[in-house]
């Protein structure tokens, strides 16, 4: 079968393993909140992802924690241009905070990849800051989308996944406690 240019086979088809309708749109949806948490912080990546997750089967956890990396991505980009001053930056407080961020950035001659990827892994430094800066100091693009792709992709994978381990985990912790705690009535 093709779709657009791209040859599919049927067996994938048949099964539903990559073009179920619904999951489809539900990869599309964390996609598109996605870039827009990556512009507007109070919009929260890691709810919308664990959401997401909550409504998938559990073979879609990593393609949807791919799915919020590429928003999150597209949209941080946006923000190192901004930061590059080729977007506006809205609100004086934000301008101030970005080069106090930029000067995290430029503290420490080398340090500067480092901090970088410790944001996009662990959001400490505030990564949308640390974004803004990036482009403020002129980090340069191809490494700052390598480093946050992977960077944000560890972090989502790891919080789509979260869910089924823990469940998992309390599956096998209760049987065995059940287990060693004797018949039931005694």
Request: glycine letters at 10%; aromatic letters at 12%.
């Amino acid at each position: 079968m093709t779709v657009g240019a791209v040859f599919v086979p049927e067996a994938l088809v048949a099964t539903g393993a990559l073009f179920d309708r619904h999951m489809c749109a539900t990869w599309l949806i964390t996609f598109g909140v996605c870039i827009l948490s990556a512009l507007i912080p109070i919009v929260n990546a890691e709810l919308v992802l664990l959401g997401a997750v909550a409504l998938a089967p559990r073979r879609w956890a990593v393609p949807l924690a791919l799915a919020a990396t590429l928003g999150q991505m597209v949209g941080k980009v946006m923000i190192y241009y901004a930061g590059r001053g080729v977007l506006h930056l809205p609100g004086e407080w934000l301008a101030r905070a970005a080069k106090k961020a930029e000067g995290m950035l430029t503290k420490r001659e080398g340090m500067e990849t480092t901090v970088y990827f410790i944001s996009a892994l662990t959001g400490f430094p505030p990564y949308y800051l640390i974004a803004i800066a990036s482009g403020m100091v002129e980090f340069p693009l191809p490494r700052f989308i390598a480093l946050g792709f992977v960077g944000r992709f560890i972090r989502f994978t790891v919080i789509a996944l979260f869910p089924g381990l823990l469940q998992h985990w309390l599956h096998w912790h209760w049987s065995l406690a059940r287990h060693w705690s004797g018949p039931p009535g005694m």
